[in-house]
Protein backbone atom coordinates (compact mmCIF):
# COMPACT_ATOMS: atom_id res chain seq x y z
CA UNK A 1 0.00 0.00 0.00
CA UNK A 2 1.45 3.39 -1.11
CA UNK A 3 -1.20 4.63 -3.16
CA UNK A 4 -4.28 4.65 -1.12
CA UNK A 5 -7.67 6.52 -1.79
CA UNK A 6 -10.45 6.56 0.84
CA UNK A 7 -13.58 6.89 -0.29
CA UNK A 8 -17.01 7.05 1.69
CA UNK A 9 -20.59 6.56 1.24
CA UNK A 10 -21.49 10.00 2.39
CA UNK A 11 -20.29 13.15 4.30
CA UNK A 12 -20.35 12.15 8.11
CA UNK A 13 -18.71 8.27 7.37
CA UNK A 14 -15.73 9.21 8.50
CA UNK A 15 -13.26 9.02 5.63
CA UNK A 16 -11.14 12.72 7.42
CA UNK A 17 -10.59 10.79 10.47
CA UNK A 18 -9.99 7.28 8.92
CA UNK A 19 -7.56 8.70 5.83
CA UNK A 20 -5.55 11.32 8.85
CA UNK A 21 -5.19 7.84 11.27
CA UNK A 22 -4.21 5.55 8.56
CA UNK A 23 -1.86 8.00 7.47
CA UNK A 24 -0.27 7.99 11.32
CA UNK A 25 0.05 4.25 11.17
CA UNK A 26 1.61 4.27 7.64
CA UNK A 27 3.80 6.89 8.11
CA UNK A 28 1.82 8.48 4.64
CA UNK A 29 1.18 11.90 3.81
CA UNK A 30 -2.27 12.17 3.57
CA UNK A 31 -4.14 14.93 1.26
CA UNK A 32 -7.84 16.04 2.29
CA UNK A 33 -9.73 16.71 -1.47
CA UNK A 34 -12.02 19.53 0.69
CA UNK A 35 -9.05 21.39 1.38
CA UNK A 36 -7.85 21.15 -1.97
CA UNK A 37 -11.41 22.14 -3.44
CA UNK A 38 -12.26 24.97 -0.94
CA UNK A 39 -10.71 28.09 -1.04
CA UNK A 40 -10.92 31.07 1.75
CA UNK A 41 -14.41 31.80 2.57
CA UNK A 42 -15.87 28.97 1.09
CA UNK A 43 -14.85 29.67 -2.80
CA UNK A 44 -15.05 26.59 -4.76
CA UNK A 45 -11.94 25.98 -7.03
CA UNK A 46 -12.27 25.68 -10.41
CA UNK A 47 -12.47 22.23 -11.80
CA UNK A 48 -9.33 23.16 -13.86
CA UNK A 49 -7.45 24.25 -10.75
CA UNK A 50 -8.79 20.69 -8.60
CA UNK A 51 -7.59 18.53 -11.23
CA UNK A 52 -3.53 20.21 -11.03
CA UNK A 53 -3.85 19.79 -7.65
CA UNK A 54 -4.51 16.23 -7.72
CA UNK A 55 -2.55 15.42 -10.98
CA UNK A 56 0.28 16.79 -8.61
CA UNK A 57 -0.16 14.52 -5.57
CA UNK A 58 -0.58 11.75 -8.14
CA UNK A 59 2.37 11.66 -9.07
CA UNK A 60 4.33 11.21 -5.75
CA UNK A 61 5.48 7.65 -4.88
CA UNK A 62 3.64 7.60 -1.69
CA UNK A 63 0.30 9.25 -0.87
CA UNK A 64 -3.05 9.01 0.95
CA UNK A 65 -6.14 11.05 -0.78
CA UNK A 66 -9.31 11.12 0.95
CA UNK A 67 -12.85 12.64 0.03
CA UNK A 68 -15.19 11.30 -3.15
CA UNK A 69 -15.60 13.78 -5.55
CA UNK A 70 -16.75 11.77 -8.68
CA UNK A 71 -15.59 14.55 -11.22
CA UNK A 72 -11.45 13.70 -10.68
CA UNK A 73 -12.41 10.02 -9.92
CA UNK A 74 -10.44 8.88 -12.61
CA UNK A 75 -7.15 11.03 -11.83
CA UNK A 76 -6.75 9.27 -8.34
CA UNK A 77 -8.07 5.96 -9.24
CA UNK A 78 -5.08 5.54 -12.53
CA UNK A 79 -2.58 5.77 -10.07
CA UNK A 80 -4.20 4.52 -6.87
CA UNK A 81 -2.70 0.85 -5.92
CA UNK A 82 -5.30 0.50 -2.70
CA UNK A 83 -8.87 1.93 -2.67
CA UNK A 84 -10.58 1.62 0.83
CA UNK A 85 -14.56 2.49 0.72
CA UNK A 86 -16.64 2.99 4.45
CA UNK A 87 -19.82 2.61 4.42
CA UNK A 88 -21.76 3.74 7.70
CA UNK A 89 -25.55 3.61 7.89
CA UNK A 90 -27.10 6.51 6.71
CA UNK A 91 -28.64 7.58 10.26
CA UNK A 92 -24.73 7.72 11.62
CA UNK A 93 -23.54 9.95 8.60
CA UNK A 94 -26.13 12.46 9.67
CA UNK A 95 -25.23 11.98 13.33
CA UNK A 96 -21.39 12.42 12.60
CA UNK A 97 -22.70 15.61 10.50
CA UNK A 98 -24.14 17.72 13.09
CA UNK A 99 -21.48 16.34 15.85
CA UNK A 100 -18.71 17.62 13.74
CA UNK A 101 -20.68 20.86 13.29
CA UNK A 102 -21.24 21.13 16.65
CA UNK A 103 -17.67 20.61 17.74
CA UNK A 104 -16.04 22.98 15.68
CA UNK A 105 -18.47 25.71 15.77
CA UNK A 106 -16.41 28.83 14.52
CA UNK A 107 -13.47 27.10 13.61
CA UNK A 108 -11.99 25.77 10.28
CA UNK A 109 -10.96 21.91 10.67
CA UNK A 110 -7.33 20.50 9.51
CA UNK A 111 -9.30 18.87 6.56
CA UNK A 112 -10.79 21.96 5.06
CA UNK A 113 -9.86 24.59 3.24
CA UNK A 114 -8.42 27.31 4.54
CA UNK A 115 -10.98 30.12 6.48
CA UNK A 116 -13.39 27.73 5.91
CA UNK A 117 -14.90 28.15 9.15
CA UNK A 118 -17.53 25.03 10.02
CA UNK A 119 -21.22 25.55 8.28
CA UNK A 120 -23.83 23.31 8.48
CA UNK A 121 -27.31 23.89 6.72
CA UNK A 122 -30.66 22.19 6.01
CA UNK A 123 -29.65 21.84 2.67
CA UNK A 124 -26.60 19.73 3.04
CA UNK A 125 -28.58 17.21 5.75
CA UNK A 126 -30.84 16.97 3.40
CA UNK A 127 -28.37 16.21 0.38
CA UNK A 128 -26.67 13.36 2.66
CA UNK A 129 -30.51 12.34 3.24
CA UNK A 130 -31.72 12.16 -0.06
CA UNK A 131 -28.75 10.88 -1.75
CA UNK A 132 -27.60 8.40 0.26
CA UNK A 133 -29.05 5.02 -1.51
CA UNK A 134 -28.54 6.35 -5.26
CA UNK A 135 -25.01 7.65 -4.20
CA UNK A 136 -24.25 3.61 -2.03
CA UNK A 137 -25.70 2.02 -4.92
CA UNK A 138 -23.54 4.24 -7.61
CA UNK A 139 -20.40 3.64 -5.29
CA UNK A 140 -21.32 -0.48 -5.55
CA UNK A 141 -20.93 -0.31 -9.47
CA UNK A 142 -17.86 2.20 -9.63
CA UNK A 143 -15.59 -0.06 -7.39
CA UNK A 144 -16.79 -3.46 -9.32
CA UNK A 145 -15.55 -1.10 -12.44
CA UNK A 146 -12.03 -1.10 -10.95
CA UNK A 147 -11.87 -4.27 -10.58
CA UNK A 148 -10.27 -4.61 -13.63
CA UNK A 149 -7.45 -2.64 -13.21
CA UNK A 150 -4.28 -4.87 -13.04
CA UNK A 151 -2.88 -1.56 -10.78
CA UNK A 152 -5.56 -1.96 -7.71
CA UNK A 153 -4.03 -4.40 -5.74
CA UNK A 154 -7.29 -4.61 -3.12
CA UNK A 155 -10.16 -2.26 -2.84
CA UNK A 156 -11.14 -3.05 1.31
CA UNK A 157 -14.83 -2.68 1.76
CA UNK A 158 -15.26 -1.70 5.99
CA UNK A 159 -19.16 -1.43 6.69
CA UNK A 160 -19.17 -0.94 10.27
CA UNK A 161 -17.29 1.05 13.04
CA UNK A 162 -16.10 -2.10 14.52
CA UNK A 163 -14.43 -2.94 10.79
CA UNK A 164 -12.85 -0.02 11.24
CA UNK A 165 -11.51 0.18 14.17
CA UNK A 166 -10.17 -3.20 13.65
CA UNK A 167 -8.62 -2.55 10.43
CA UNK A 168 -6.40 0.67 11.82
CA UNK A 169 -5.84 -0.76 14.92
CA UNK A 170 -4.50 -3.65 12.50
CA UNK A 171 -2.30 -1.24 10.60
CA UNK A 172 -1.42 0.05 14.14
CA UNK A 173 -0.24 -3.29 15.48
CA UNK A 174 1.59 -4.11 12.34
CA UNK A 175 3.47 -0.84 12.24
CA UNK A 176 4.14 -1.23 15.87
CA UNK A 177 5.78 -5.01 14.93
CA UNK A 178 7.88 -3.32 12.01
CA UNK A 179 9.45 -0.90 14.27
CA UNK A 180 10.56 -3.32 17.07
CA UNK A 181 11.96 -5.60 14.76
CA UNK A 182 13.72 -2.72 12.72
CA UNK A 183 14.78 -1.20 16.02
Given at each position: MKRIMVLGVSAGVGKSTFARKMGEALQLNVYH???????????????????????EIVKKEN????GNYSKTF????KRADTIIYLE?????????AVKRWLMNIGKTRSDMGAECKEKLDWEFLKYIYTTYKSRKRNMKERLHTLQIYDHINEIIYLRSKYEIKSYLDSLQREKDRSFIIHS
Amino acid sequence: MKRIMVLGVSAGVGKSTFARKMGEALQLNVYHLDALYWKPGWVEASLEEFKDAQREIVKKENWIIEGNYSKTFDIRSKRADTIIYLELPRYICLYRAVKRWLMNIGKTRSDMGAECKEKLDWEFLKYIYTTYKSRKRNMKERLHTLQIYDHINEIIYLRSKYEIKSYLDSLQREKDRSFIIHS
